[in-house]
């Protein structure tokens, strides 16, 4: 009875949305350690970072982004709950 209920409670918060080549997703860097934090202390940091254009579809839940300089420490492949997808034009963001 215990594990149904709770299977029901995860079901609805469950998401099942796959991205495609050439789609670009944000990348959440909230708890990754050792990624620099963007010259900001850890609370002020930002959650998301992008967005990053999606290279290739490893397995089921993995993909390969094509990420910027400042990550270049980071391994390229990202579970499936790392990513956000980007809704916008990435072209039409100014940077900072």
């Known amino acids: 009875m215990g ?41 002020l940091s930002p959650c998301y970072v992008g967005p990053y254009q999606v290279l290739r579809w490893i397995g089921d839940v993995a993909y390969e982004l094509d990420l910027a300089s400042e990550l270049s420490s980071v391994h390229p492949v990202f579970h499936l709950s790392l990513l956000k997808n980007c809704i916008r034009d990435p072209t039409s963001i100014v940077p900072l």
């Open 3 to 43: 594990q149904s209920r709770r299977n029901s409670y995860v079901d609805v918060k469950r998401r099942d949305h796959e991205f495609d080549v050439d789609d670009w997703v944000y990348l959440k860097i909230l708890h990754m350690k050792g990624v620099m934090r963007f010259c900001k202390k850890e609370k």
